[in-house]
């Protein structure tokens, strides 16, 4: 038989078998105080968004110090 895996299928799998995820340490916890109300909760997303981006891409390497990291954001 021949699977087609979508995307979606693809990246749960190869989170579910990273180092990052398999280590059986606790995240590292990432903090950041953004903007969420008021004339700069524009831009506050965009960070928000930007923060999230590197959180996934630095997990899918394999975390930090082989450990996932956490984004934290308030």
Known sequence: MDFD?????????????????????????IGASLSQTGTYAEPGLNQLRGYQLCTKQANEAGGVLDRPVELVAT
Do not use: D, N
Request: hydrophobic content about 35%.
């Open 5 to 29: 895996l979508s995307p979606e299928l693809l990246e749960l799998r190869a989170k579910r078998v990273s180092p990052a995820a398999s280590s059986g340490q606790p995240p590292i916890r």
